[in-house]
């Protein structure tokens, strides 16, 4: 059956553009990665799209990878089963051959455009990529502020809530998960991305993709900056030093640290976050009648003291005010960032022959399928 799956390999962090990207396919694990080249506008994210569609209208089971600045667009697919990657190298996430021939192949969108008439646009298209770069980095300093007032909810959580029973109830699932496995040899590979992206038009999450094929699902409900790095990261090595290989969805406001979602794809277990900025219910994982999934919930307000959360409602209610209006702000930032980016776009558009790359699509599903 063929599953298709969202996400995002990079995200707009407190620390700039976050790539992930390095984690998508592993050149021993990649039978073939096609790095993309050419600029905005150029119609890559088209192309991946219409590949993506069609190879999962095949039986193909695809990954499809969001691009932060424009979830609409996409900076890659993979088909997963083939070990197969399309992947934009383009600025931010430059992408380059690592092993040209025996793994990495270039497609260069430049074939497919008007040379002179692009040209012709040069001061154009520098001032407008100059004032992008001017509200991206507006954009960052605003979630840099925001992430100071992110570590001041953390640490009150964190204060307040009893460890050692975080610890037990972390302990309490490695048991009933993984006691019929035993240490490996060998521990199981990492991949790193984002469920949830900070987008021009807010935050995205594209969470419930993931959870498809999972046959267990742990669905935590946690206060809004509860790190719970420690919580997760137990979890994580618990399923690694087993031989597990493990997908490990981060956070955006502290990009290298904190797990949103791990998921087990081996023994079908998920444990995925929920707070108000990427809320799930369990309703929303369902699928339909048939669906045999088992959805355990856990509250992590449960673990917190109630007389910790009364004396700190006042400062925790103002922080989360004065973060979610300094996100807010970044977000707007990012929105006129996308505004200059997308003329640029205008100016690659109108000069590029689509009909070749609409050839292009058809040749590369049929060397595929």
């Known amino acids: 059956m063929s599953i298709e799956r969202h996400y995002f390999p990079g995200n707009n962090t407190p620390e700039g553009f976050f790539s992930y990207y390095g984690y998508i396919l592993g050149q021993r694990e990649a039978e073939k990665i096609i790095?993309?080249?050419?600029?905005?506008?150029?119609?890559?994210?088209?192309?991946?799209?219409?590949?993506?569609?069609?190879?999962?209208?095949?039986?193909?089971?695809?990954?499809?990878?969001?691009?932060?600045?424009?979830?609409?667009?996409?900076?890659?697919i993979v088909v997963t089963d083939k070990k197969l990657a399309f992947i934009d190298g383009t600025s931010p996430h430059i992408i380059d051959p690592i092993t040209p021939g025996a793994v990495d192949s270039i497609i260069n969108f430049g074939d497919f455009w008007n040379d002179k008439k692009?040209?012709?646009?040069?001061?154009?298209?520098?001032?407008?990529?100059?004032?992008?770069?001017?509200?991206y980095k507006i954009a960052y300093n605003y979630m840099a502020s925001a992430k100071c007032i992110y570590?001041?909810?953390?640490?009150?959580n964190d204060e307040g809530i009893e460890i050692s029973e975080i610890y037990k109830l972390a302990a309490d699932i490695i048991a009933r998960e993984y006691k019929k496995y035993d240490?490996?040899?060998?521990?199981?590979?990492?991949?790193?991305?984002?469920?949830?992206?900070?987008?021009?038009?807010?935050?995205?999450?594209?969470?419930?993709?993931?959870?498809?094929?999972?046959?267990?699902i742990y669905l935590i409900n946690v206060p809004e900056g509860y790190s719970n790095i420690s919580f997760m990261n137990i979890l994580l090595d618990g399923a690694v030093y087993r031989g597990f290989d493990v997908e490990a969805y981060y956070c955006p406001m502290d990009p290298k640290r904190k797990i949103e979602h791990l998921l087990i794809p081996e023994?079908?277990?998920?444990?995925?976050?929920?707070?108000?900025?990427?809320?799930?219910?369990?309703?929303?994982?369902?699928?339909?009648?048939?669906?045999?999934?088992?959805?355990?919930?856990?509250?992590?307000?449960?673990y917190l003291s109630a007389y910790y959360a009364e004396k700190n409602a006042g400062l925790l209610s103002k922080l989360s005010k004065l973060y979610s209006m300094m996100l807010n702000e970044s977000?707007?930032?990012?929105?006129?960032?996308?505004?200059?980016?997308?003329?640029?776009?205008k100016m690659y558009v109108r000069n590029m022959n689509f009909e070749k790359i609409d050839t292009l699509v058809e040749k590369t599903v049929n060397d595929i399928v």
């Open 35 to 76: 790095c993309i080249k050419g600029g905005p506008g150029t119609g890559k994210s088209t192309f991946l799209k219409k590949v993506g569609e069609r190879l999962a209208e095949a039986g193909e089971s695809v990954d499809f990878l969001h691009c932060s600045a424009d979830e609409n667009s996409l900076d890659g």
């Open 151 to 156: 570590d001041n909810l953390s640490n009150i």
């Open 331 to 345: 977000i707007s930032a990012l929105s006129r960032a996308k505004e200059h980016h997308d003329l640029v776009e």
């Open 267 to 302: 023994i079908g277990v998920a444990f995925t976050t929920a707070n108000k900025w990427h809320d799930l219910e369990p309703w929303e994982i369902y699928t339909g009648e048939e669906d045999r999934r088992e959805i355990t919930m856990i509250d992590i307000n449960d």
């Open 183 to 216: 240490i490996s040899i060998k521990a199981g590979n990492i991949k790193r991305f984002f469920a949830t992206g900070i987008t021009p038009n807010g935050t995205v999450s594209y969470v419930k993709s993931l959870l498809q094929p999972m046959k267990k």
């Open 118 to 135: 692009i040209a012709d646009q040069k001061e154009d298209i520098i001032s407008y990529n100059e004032e992008c770069s001017r509200w």
